[in-house]
């Protein structure tokens, strides 16, 4: 579960609603939304969030106090380690809401030990870290999901499959695969080496488009990692 703050923005509450349900469909991750009317009434609240979005009109109201709020609790709450406070238009346009699921997606990558997806495997149903799964692998019509510490069968298709994963720190480099970018630990040639050691074909085909999204997320996981070692 993670928490949305959304302060004099009553009008865009169902569209905020709408598009941080579709990032989320097919994962076990829920969401909730609290709305308030202005910074003190959120001060007021004594309550904590991961996501605190706010109406432009609020920028230069109390912006300091909430800050200061936001931090002490950052520091004194168990439950929430990733916050982000952003400003929209009221009713949100749909360049805010773009912005939207960027946060979203960067509270994922930061907490995505708590992401977890389902799976009806041969071990039965099985909720599943994202952040544990190496790569998933189509053999003999079935899908195999490869974790740091198990193996898991499946009935389905690469084609869902990256459906549900697209957003997050997955790639395609083989049309029988799809890896965890954030477990790669070389790429040497056409050959993908995994944390674990597994080798990971990587067809010519998609080795261009494969190398510019893997260099890519290293980017921006560097970038992201420089900023959370600042105060926030």
């Known amino acids: 579960m993670f928490h949305i703050a959304l302060c004099s923005l009553h009008g ?20 909730s939304i609290v709305m308030f009317d202005d910074i003190d009434t959120l001060i007021a609240s004594g309550k904590t969030f991961h996501l605190y979005f706010l109406n432009k009109c609020l920028r230069d109201s ?10 002490y609790n950052k520091k004194h709450s168990k439950r929430t380690t990733f916050n982000f406070l952003t400003y929209a238009d009221d009713p949100i346009t749909d360049k805010d809401c773009d912005m939207i699921l960027g ?8 907490d995505s030990m708590y992401l977890c997806m389902e799976f009806l495997t041969d071990q ?28 898991y069968l499946c009935d389905d298709s690469l084609k869902n499959v990256l459906s549900l994963v697209s957003g997050y720190a997955f790639a395609v480099p083989h049309k029988s695969f799809i890896v965890n970018l954030r477990h790669i630990a070389s790429i040497k040639e056409y050959i993908i080496t995994m944390d674990d050691g597994s080798k990971i074909p990587l067809s010519q085909k998609k080795s261009h488009e494969f190398r510019i999204k893997y260099k890519k997320y290293i980017s921006d996981h560097n970038k992201r990692m420089a900023k959370k070692s600042k105060k926030f």
């Not at 109390?62 to 931090?71: A, G, P, Q, T, V």
């Not at 039965?124 to 870290?129: D, E, L, R, V, Y």
């Open 124 to 151: 039965g149903f099985k909720s599943i870290a994202i952040s544990k799964i190496l790569f998933f692998e189509y053999c003999n019509r079935k899908i195999c999901i490869k974790t740091q510490h198990a193996q």
């Open 12 to 31: 865009s509450k169902n569209k905020i609603d709408d598009k941080i349900t579709s990032i989320l469909g097919g994962t076990a991750v829920e969401h």
């Open 62 to 71: 109390n912006e300091k106090k909430l800050l200061s709020y936001i931090e």
């Open 103 to 110: 946060s979203i997606r960067r509270y994922l990558d930061y």
